[in-house]
């Protein structure tokens, strides 16, 4: 079996002096704990359907009402935009975005995660981020970043708003599958649009390239559009048309938390990874990935079978 030892993932035994702070499940219970918050704090009770109907506001009652939590997303969004491209780090060009190392011809070797990875080091301390992150195989990086870190989790949270969002549309519109759809429809277009003006429909040319590591805006809109016009196919193959049960992938949902955990552990053994022969050609780690996640989902239907399921 291929096995990367912990001491070169975590730089050595796990102790207080370098245990990793920032990480998947905090991100996610930071991110939870703002939305839900937000929607515990301005939430108002289902209005009567034949009374919303005669309401002026009927076609936006799934937003109107929630102007205030709108007004908060847009003022984090600020928070982002103005920390990306107007905080100075030490030795890096104003709203770096760049992976440093060798990218960018090596101009900026340092630089990794610009301002993201600037606070993240400043507030945390470099020990207490991810050593190993993916630009270190792809640009030669020698500075610690985290993909979970501080700055990043205001998108998540962005991101987090717009599925709340989803959630609201099939609320309000219940059993009413033609607004739904329509709503998603139009989501997805105006998310695709906003991703197409921040990345100009290139990889790298635009004012805010897609980033996943960074969590750029451009990520969280072009990921959200993706994501209503999936919700529009599946809500219509599988409420509307009846279609499809929603197989392979409810079979992951059904044992989310042990597969994740599982792969956790397993992530660096084979067959989940190998040593690839170009460690910084994308098409193999995609290659790599792609195989890693069809794995999971034939462990998961085997254990789906056997009736096996974790839970929180």
Not at 204 to 213: A, L, Q, R, S, T
Not at 292 to 308: D, G, H, P
Request: with cysteine; proline share 5%.
């Amino acid at each position: 079996m291929c096995h990367v030892p912990s001491t070169q993932l975590y730089g050595g035994e796990v102790s207080w002096e370098n245990l990793r702070i920032p990480g998947v499940l905090q991100r996610l219970g930071c991110t939870y704990l703002v939305v839900a918050g937000l929607e515990l704090l301005f939430a108002k009770p289902l209005p009567d359907s034949t009374s919303v109907q005669e309401a002026p506001y009927s076609a936006v009652r799934d937003l109107l009402p929630y102007w205030p939590q709108w007004l908060l997303m847009m003022a984090l969004e600020a928070v982002w935009l103005c920390l990306t491209f107007l905080l100075n780090v030490p030795g890096c060009p104003r709203g770096y975005l760049g992976a440093g190392g060798i990218g960018d011809h090596g101009k900026y070797p340092n630089c990794t995660g610009g301002a993201a990875g600037y606070i993240d080091r400043l507030l945390l301390g470099e020990k207490h981020i991810y050593q190993h992150p993916s630009s270190s195989g792809l640009y030669m990086t020698t500075v610690p970043f985290d993909p979970e870190g501080i700055l990043g989790t205001i998108n998540s949270v962005i991101l987090a708003f717009l599925g709340l969002q989803a959630g609201k549309i099939l609320l309000f519109y219940k059993d009413q599958h033609q607004q739904i759809m329509l709503r998603f429809c139009v989501w997805s277009i105006i998310m695709g649009v906003l991703s197409a003006v921040l990345t100009k429909c290139s990889t790298e040319e635009g004012v805010i390239p897609v980033n996943k590591n960074l969590w750029s805006v451009s990520y969280v809109t072009t990921l959200s559009s993706f994501a209503f016009t999936l919700l529009l196919l599946i809500y219509g193959l599988v409420d509307v048309k009846r279609m499809w049960s929603g197989a392979p992938f409810f079979f992951l949902g059904m044992n989310s938390i042990l597969v994740y955990v599982a792969h956790e552990i397993f992530e660096n053994y084979f067959p989940f990874k190998w040593k690839m022969r170009d460690t910084q050609s994308h098409s193999e780690h995609l290659a790599q990935n792609l195989i890693a996640t069809s794995l999971w989902v034939i462990i998961s239907y085997v254990l789906y079978c056997k009736r096996i399921f974790w839970k929180i």
